[in-house]
Each structure stands twice: as C-alpha cells, then as structure tokens.
C-alpha cells in the first residue's frame, strides 16, 4: 500500500470499518511509513482532545426544545389553517367526477 491509498483507508481505519486484509496491509505501511504514522496518531490525538472537550461540559439543550416545539407547533397552526380552503374545492370534484361516472355509466346506450 502506498501512501495515497493510505490515506484513502485511514479514515475507515480510525473508525474500525475496515475488513482484516486491508486493516494489515495498512498497519504494515504504517510500520513502514513514518509520515503516515505521525498523521494516524495526530488525527488520534485530536479525536481524543475533542471528545473530552465535550465530556466535561454538559450540554444545555433546553433552548434547542424550546425552538424546535416552537417550529412545530407554528407549523401544525399552517396546516390547520390552510387545510380546510384546498380541502373544499377537491370534495367538490371529487363529487363531480364520481356524479359523471354514475350517469355516464348509467344511461343507457343510444345508437344513431
């Protein structure tokens, strides 16, 4: 492997969605390749300085709920509001339609 592949590979392999063959090729050029190391251990490195970066602090997401049943209820209020001037207009011609079909398939057929 060489060190465009690596790179290909090395984010399925921090993540351990690798199969084996291709996980041993990699770390062999790891073994073989410094460059790649140093970055495989730096992308490490940050990987762990983030996720405890995000453990010491706890999160606060009372304002995301608050916003996000907001945007909900604004959007039910919409559908309420609109439903019932397009729902009207569409009983009505589906009234028309089906009146149509019963008298065209009801009167009997005339031959000239």
Known sequence: ???????????LYLSGEID??????FELHL???????R????????DDLLRNAFARRPLDDRDLRARFWSQISISKNKRLRFRPVYMLPIAALLL?????????????????
């Open 1 to 11: 492997m060489n060190c465009s592949g690596a790179n290909h590979v090395m984010p």
């Open 20 to 25: 084996t063959k291709v996980m041993a090729e």
């Open 31 to 37: 073994q073989r390749c410094a460059m790649c190391a």
């Open 39 to 46: 970055e495989v251990e730096q992308i490490r490195l940050n």
């Open 96 to 112: 028309l339609i089906i009146g149509a079909g019963i008298i065209y398939f009801t009167l009997p057929y005339t031959s000239s």
